[in-house]
């Protein structure tokens, strides 16, 4: 199965043109973000100009007429991506805990009800949803951007999956030694869950930073709009002008897409195994 | 994917699935070796149970019964109308094209990031060197939100000042996805695939990990050819990967890219790029046809029920494992 020398480099010249295929939307997002507008307009520039910094702090700091500084999105994408994150945690961990580790009436039930919500994502259901959460008066805060995502059943599932492998010699020594089931939990399952736990919090966080459609809806006032689904006000904005300022657009596309990319970079291993499951 | 993360695809994973389809006894860790306690269990569900009921089961009743029932133009009261709504939206005729839309797309852009996505899994397998290197190069797409990679596409292939366009200009293609549909699909699903194929080059590369050394061995013994030896030996072990991909890329394409559409074309021209979820975007918040839009959300729901059933039923049975 060996490759021969020659058959090797034409595979790696053949790897090296698709991963620059693959980069090019993102240097092409570089470049522009790096010019002034005017000069966007005619021939596009090969090579990164030196107006990076200043579009950025511009975006930043200043934003589009009609949305808010980039800034202020940025700090309300982190706010909904971990509260998303973390809300999932402290909702899927015990539901998922009891499923596996008691036995009552309505277990399965439970079980089922569980089990229907993985089918659905937030995009299938999201008028009623956007009704539901208006009733509520929920619009235009962060319990309403996040809690209707949380709903969605998957991180529990996914617990409850590896709940399921653990060896039940494990449930056998906790009850003869006496410790209580929320000791168990918290001093036994959690602390052998936890690279399953950093995988799930990466694709968590994530699902929730990319989230666009729910945004749109759940937020009318500029102050909770995100940076993903800002970027559609930002569009409309720069190309109504006489000069469309696609470096400004570029440059907070290139801020939108750094922080989950950076995430699944660094944490690559747990990313992986979180998304791929037990399939390796 | 940027829908809800993904079930992951193992056997195991689907394996375990099945229980509750059959006994009992299998669904939780053992038989007798549980906690006592009688109130416990519920008050560790209670928090989920309550926002699956808020955010979940009364937003699916609802748009149920609003399916049944005919709203007049204030939103105000309304009669119980059977199944009108429904025939309504039959009878509009968008619906059809708007399901001829979705699943266009859903399989071109299935077949296109499935191919480059086992391409890249099986060439990057095959080399010695740099391998961690080029995983991380070919999945980084699957982290870029699809609203940002759908500004990135838009930007490079606008009509006036796009990169790509002028690239397409100058090779005496005309382009404008402004008014030309079949432009149009073609970056939607331009957009979409860059992104997809991440996820699939990651389930491929799982896969291939996932086939012992020996088989591979084996096959290279019998003398054949690098290609045979790929379809007749590597190609149906990935089959649980194949089918499991199919079914989530199809998912995705139905559920997922909203924001695409949303930021490139506005379903447009002509309607010629309005998805099913994209319609009932328009005819609950632009249209204000709200029944139109519960009969459409039920629908939809039917239509993913089917598709996962089929994801855990079928599935199972006809791919090929070790």
């Not at chain 2, 006994?23 to 269990?41: C, D, N, T």
Request: hydrophobic fraction near 55%; charged fraction near 10%.
């Amino acid at each position: 199965m060996r490759d021969s020398r020659s058959v090797s480099i034409v595979r790696h010249v053949v790897l090296v043109v698709c991963a620059i295929l693959f980069a090019a939307p993102l240097y092409i997002a570089v470049v522009a973000a790096s010019h002034s507008a005017r000069s966007l307009l005619g021939q596009f520039p090969a090579l990164p100009g030196d107006h990076l910094v200043g579009n950025l702090i511009h975006v930043l700091t200043v934003g589009f007429p009609n949305t808010s500084p980039v800034g202020l999105m940025l700090v309300n994408s982190a706010i909904m991506a971990l509260g998303i994150t973390l809300g999932k945690l402290v909702v899927s961990i015990p539901a998922a805990y009891a499923v596996v580790y008691f036995r009552f009436p309505g277990r399965m039930l439970m079980f089922w009800v569980i089990f229907a919500t993985l089918l659905l994502p937030v995009e299938v259901r999201f008028f009623p949803t956007y009704q539901v959460t208006a009733q509520l008066n929920l619009l235009n805060g962060f319990p309403g951007l996040i809690l209707p995502i949380i709903a969605s059943a998957t991180a529990t599932f996914l617990f409850r999956q590896f709940f399921m492998t653990l060896p039940k010699e494990l449930i056998d020594a906790a009850r003869i030694d006496g410790i209580s089931p929320l000791g168990f939990l918290w001093r036994i399952v959690l602390p052998l869950s936890l690279p399953n736990l950093a995988a799930i919090m990466v694709i968590e966080f994530v699902y929730g930073w990319n989230q666009y459609l729910w945004p749109l809806l759940a937020t009318t006032s500029e102050r909770y709009q995100t940076v993903v689904m800002g970027i559609q006000g930002m569009i409309q904005a720069a190309t109504s002008f006489s000069v469309p300022e696609w470096n400004l657009v570029m440059a907070t596309a290139i801020i939108a897409l750094l922080p989950p990319v950076i995430v699944v970079i660094l944490m690559q291993r747990w990313f992986i195994k979180g998304l791929t499951g037990g399939i390796n | 994917m940027q829908s809800s993360p993904s079930l992951p695809p193992s056997t195991r994973a689907q394996k375990a699935i099945k229980p509750p389809f059959r006994r009992r006894s299998e669904a939780g860790v053992g038989g007798g070796a549980m906690f006592p306690h009688k109130l416990l269990p519920y008050l560790l569900l209670l928090p989920q149970l309550v926002v699956v009921a808020v955010f979940f089961l009364w937003p699916g009743i609802k748009a149920l019964v609003e399916s049944l029932y005919e709203v007049n133009v204030f939103g105000l009261g309304g009669h119980f109308a059977g199944l009108a709504n429904f025939r309504a939206v039959f009878a509009s005729g968008t619906y059809g094209e708007s399901l001829g839309v979705t699943l266009i797309y859903a399989a071109i852009t299935t077949v296109l990031a499935m191919g480059i996505g086992l391409f890249l899994a099986v060439q990057v397998d095959r080399v010695r060197r740099g391998r961690s290197v080029y995983r991380t190069v070919f999945a980084w797409t699957y982290a870029v939100p699809a609203a940002i990679s759908g500004a990135l596409w838009l930007f490079i292939f606008n009509p006036e000042i796009g990169v790509g366009s002028v690239l397409l200009g100058k090779l005496n293609i005309p382009w404008n996805f402004n008014i030309n549909l079949f432009d149009a699909m073609a970056l939607i699903i331009a957009a979409t695939v860059w992104q997809q194929s991440a996820y699939n080059f990651l389930f491929f590369t799982a896969g291939l990990q996932a086939i012992p050394a020996e088989v591979l061995e084996a096959a290279s013994l019998d003398g054949a050819g690098s290609l045979k030896r790929f379809w007749r030996v590597v190609f149906p072990l990935l089959s649980p990967t194949t089918f499991y991909l199919s079914v989530m890329n199809i998912i995705y394409v139905f559920f997922s890219t909203f924001s695409i559409i949303d930021i490139i074309t506005q379903g447009g021209p002509h309607d010629g790029t309005e998805t099913l979820v994209y319609q009932i975007y328009q005819n609950a918040f632009q249209n204000a046809n709200t029944s139109a839009a519960a009969a459409e959300t039920v629908l939809l729901i039917i239509l993913v029920s089917i598709l996962t059933v089929v994801q855990f039923r079928y599935i199972n049975r006809r791919v090929h494992y070790q």
